[in-house]
């Protein structure tokens, strides 16, 4: 007995759905790979700025180091001499750039970045904390009773849970954890000299004078190379009130409130905080805010954005 084969024609809807779903398959598979390929892509570009960017900001703060130690202006610091930017270019297209104070703003309402021109939070008084922005005696008792004092950042201050947040971000730009108390009377902003004690008109008038009064350079500083060219701000507070008796009226109360400031004042900024851009390759790094104590050329903080 023969067998018979029947012969069937294929399918070829099932066949066609079989291709698709192979392009499919292979499809999903390419794109995986190529978002593996652009990941590592990227990974390698970041990784690159980020091993190459933090060298330039080691050489800017050496370069601060060196420059602090050679500053000849060291009796003082001025707002004009602190907000000048310095930029630094090296081999293969690398540089970096470096400022103490924020470029964008006027000098009467930039934002400090001066470590020596904000209010220690472990030194202040009641009495001083209690005139910052947003704050009042019961908030400012309850800081410098806090068990948490001395603070070593500011950000601790929110563990005193009398302090709300929303309070803290009024003053937080006003404050630091770092330094003796002494506050840098050429960089100071309006709202520090009057949380020291000042009205208005008084911390007015002191801003209107750090810019209008031209430093006459000593004779050691007339002899130095190169010699640097005369500033405006206060070089030495021992002759502060006679000058600003001739640069305008002073009222005996705002001559009382200054003489009862001055030992909290200094023209000279111990402890600085300065930003680092960095450009690795001629590409945009990453970016560093540093606190140094140059006398010491301690690091007091490192952060990176």
């Known amino acids: 007995m023969s067998r018979q084969f029947i012969y069937r024609e294929p399918d070829r809807g099932s066949i066609l759905v079989i291709c698709l779903w192979t392009i499919m398959i292979l499809s999903i598979l390419g794109l995986g790979i190529t978002g593996l390929v652009f990941q590592e892509i990227r990974f390698s570009k970041t990784y690159s700025r980020l091993i190459t ?3 330039l900001a080691r050489g800017a703060l050496k370069t601060v180091f060196y420059l602090r130690e ?15 930017e310095e930029q630094v270019s090296l081999c293969a297209n690398n540089s970096y750039r470096y ?18 021109a904000l209010i220690n939070l472990n030194l202040a008084s009641v009495d001083v904390l209690a005139r910052l922005p947003g704050m009042d005696n019961e908030l400012a008792g309850a800081i410098v009773n806090s068990g948490l004092r001395p603070f070593s950042a500011i950000n601790e201050v ?3 849970k009398e302090i709300p947040k929303d309070k803290f971000l009024l003053f937080k730009d006003l404050v630091t954890v770092y330094g003796q108390g002494k506050v840098n009377i050429n960089t100071a902003s309006k709202a520090v000299l009057t949380a020291l004690g000042l009205d208005e008109e008084t ?9 209008e009064n031209k430093i006459k350079l000593t004779a050691a500083e007339l002899i130095a190379e190169p010699t640097p060219e005369p500033g405006y701000g206060i070089s030495s507070l ?23 400031i ?3 004042l200094d023209v000279k900024s ?26 010491t050329k301690k690091v007091l903080s490192w952060s990176e954005y």
């Open 158 to 160: 929110l563990l005193v």
């Open 70 to 84: 050679k500053d000849t202006t060291a009796a003082y610091d001025t707002w004009d001499e602190l907000s000048k």
């Open 203 to 211: 911390a007015n008038l002191i801003l209107r004078f750090r810019r």
């Open 99 to 116: 400022f103490f104070v924020d470029k964008n703003s006027s000098a009467d309402s930039a934002e400090i970045i001066d470590e020596s």
């Open 262 to 264: 001055l030992p909290v």
């Open 238 to 260: 021992g002759s502060l009130l006679n000058d600003l008796r001739d640069f305008a009226s002073l009222g005996l109360r705002q001559e009382q409130d200054l003489l009862t």
């Open 53 to 55: 960017s933090l060298p």
């Open 270 to 295: 111990e402890y600085l905080r300065f930003n680092v851009i960095t450009t690795p390759g001629g590409q945009e790094g990453l970016r560093y805010s540093i606190i140094i104590h140059p006398p």
